[in-house]
């Protein structure tokens, strides 16, 4: 393995990955380094990718950036949870939302409570004991002071890129337009030793940042890394993707409405909604998946609808030379859970970690693929539950979802909740014990039994316990704002 000083970064594509990664780079690292971006106007990005999750906090908190800043520049709005509507049975919905729910003993999880309160006709949605989910229901939003960051963005994605564009520049990278014609090897140790361009110029490196999207040119396309495809666990391999005017305020949270043969998403903007549609081209052709996205959207097209394929899975390794892949170029799983960007941010977090800066050896590669892998199939376990924990047999899709067989990590956790009521989160996982429990009741699974050291609490005591929960959220939602008024007075968009 090389162990020469790594000098000269090269990022290759300028989406969301790109921009992220020279964000960071630039600013928390980039002092000793030289930092060129390389993107073609031509190409442009993928375009989509404008729901997040909370980790983006962190993301920002490291930049130094502040939340109103980043939200007006990028039209953003808060989201805390998406809604699942038709997912368990067409006509029922449930959200999935970024709080905690209830209060946890040392012995067990809230569920456990809550389901013994079920039997003893305590009868309210579990969403009642959880401050972000009622919020979300009442469209009210607010910073709290106390307020761990449980809520996070519906952003412009191109917008964003640009936002962490001249972030980046501000921080010295240096920013070449231009398409990639070639990716020059080494002969000696098969490592990249530059980019060439269609334009004649070579731009040399000795650490390379893939992020050239789908397209993966120098992970896969120089360096054939290889690829693990899931479409057999996650079958949907297209999407369509517009946008269209704003019809209202905007809500608090996505909405993932599923149908026949995929699911659709409406991702509310300040002024404008995104919306798409992710379907299964097995049972809907694409003339089919335009008619039924454009039936169920709202407002005025602002654009045409744009197809884009893709196939589920993951890049074999992540990091494979002096080449590390970042975003859609690492894999991709489908964005129901709008998990993508997250993973751009912990990839380049692993690298500032790992990062090799007196020379690329073996055992960091190594850590940060098994770290990288272990982080995609976790997610992949959780996405497949929606699909295939379902009461849905309306359609060839559905059918198929139901009964596919699953990896055995999911098929455990499925089956410890059943019998059990036990969630567990491992430390490396992104989705806590919270978020398995909405989506599985939400799903229609339901434990066998609750743990017997809730007994311990009499049924008044219990009563009292749980309705202490439920007064507290509610006291707090009612004294939070509407969100579009909070959203007018903290962090207005410059196209509003
Ligand atoms: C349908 C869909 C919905 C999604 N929704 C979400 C979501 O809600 N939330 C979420 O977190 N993620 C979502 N994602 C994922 C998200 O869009 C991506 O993770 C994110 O946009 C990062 O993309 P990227 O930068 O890797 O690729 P891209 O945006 O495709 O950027 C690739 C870059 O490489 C450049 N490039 C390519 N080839 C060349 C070449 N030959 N020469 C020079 N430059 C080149 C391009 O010009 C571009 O700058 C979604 C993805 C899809 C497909």
């Known amino acids: ?21 020279a964000a960071a780079l630039g600013k928390l690292i980039g002092k000793n380094l030289e930092i060129t971006l390389v993107e073609s106007d031509a190409i442009g990005t993928v375009g989509v990718g404008e729901a997040t999750i909370p980790t983006l906090h962190v993301f920002h908190q490291l930049l130094g950036l502040k939340e109103s800043e980043v939200m007006a520049a990028t039209n953003a709005t808060f989201k805390l949870g998406i809604n699942f509507e038709n997912w368990r049975v067409p006509g029922e919905d449930y959200l999935h939302s970024f709080g905690f729910l209830g209060k946890d003993c040392w012995a067990c ?11 003893r006709g305590i009868d309210y949605q579990i969403g009642d004991y959880c401050r972000e989910h009622l919020a979300a229901r009442e469209q009210r939003f607010a910073v709290l002071p106390d307020q761990d960051r449980n809520h996070a963005y519906h952003l412009d ?11 980046a520049e501000s921080h010295g990278v240096r920013r070449v337009e231009g398409k990639i014609g070639n990716v020059k090897l080494s002969p000696s140790n098969g490592f990249i030793e530059a980019l060439q361009l269609d334009s004649g110029m070579t731009i040399e490196g000795d650490l390379f940042i893939d992020c050239t999207g789908f397209r993966s040119l120098l992970i896969e396309g120089a360096l054939h890394t290889g690829y693990d495809d899931w479409t057999h666990w996650l079958p949907c391999d297209r999407a369509m993707a517009v946008q269209t005017e704003s019809t209202g305020s905007p809500v608090p949270f996505t909405r993932a409405i599923a149908h026949e043969s995929g699911w659709q998403w409406r991702i509310p903007l300040q002024t404008r909604v995104g919306n798409g549609l992710v379907y299964c081209s097995r049972y809907l052709d694409d003339e089919g998946a335009r008619e039924l996205l454009l ?32 975003g859609l170029s690492s894999g991709f799983i489908e964005p129901m859970e709008s998990t993508s960007i997250h993973l751009i941010q912990r990839n380049i977090v692993r690298l500032m970690q790992l990062f090799p800066s007196s020379g690329i050896v073996q055992p960091d590669i190594d850590e940060y693929n098994s770290q990288a892998m272990e982080e995609m199939e976790h997610i992949r376990d959780f996405i497949i539950l929606h699909y295939h ?14 009964s596919m067989q699953i990896p055995d990590s ?12 036990v969630i567990f989160k491992l430390p490396q996982e992104l989705f806590g014990e919270s978020s398995w429990m909405q989506v599985m009741f939400g ?42 008024q909070f959203i007018d007075h903290y962090c207005k968009s410059k196209l509003a």
Not at 1 to 21: C, D, F, H, L, N
Not at 295 to 309: D, F, M
Not at 459 to 468: K, P, Y
Request: charged residues 25%.
């Open 1 to 21: 393995m090389e162990s020469e000083k790594i000098r000269r970064v090269v990022i290759a594509g300028g989406g969301t990955a790109g921009w992220m990664t």
């Open 410 to 421: 999911l098929a455990h956790r499925i089956q410890m909740f059943k019998e059990s009521g």
């Open 443 to 484: 799903q229609g699974l339901m434990p066998q039994r609750y743990h017997p050291i809730v007994d311990l609490m009499g049924d008044e005591e219990l009563a009292t316990f749980l309705g202490n929960i439920r007064r507290n959220v509610r006291h707090q939602v009612e004294n939070m704002p509407d969100h579009r």
């Open 389 to 402: 924990v379902t009461e849905r047999t309306d359609s060839k899709f559905w059918r198929y979802c139901r």
């Open 295 to 326: 039936e169920n959207i709202e407002g005025e097209l602002l654009n045409e609808p744009r197809i884009i394929p893709f196939r589920t899975g993951t890049r074999r390794k992540h990091w494979n030379k002096n080449c590390v892949a970042v």
């Open 157 to 167: 994605a191109t917008l964003y890129a640009k936002f962490l564009r001249k972030f």
């Open 109 to 119: 999880g809230f569920q456990h409570f809550w389901l013994k309160g079920l039997q």
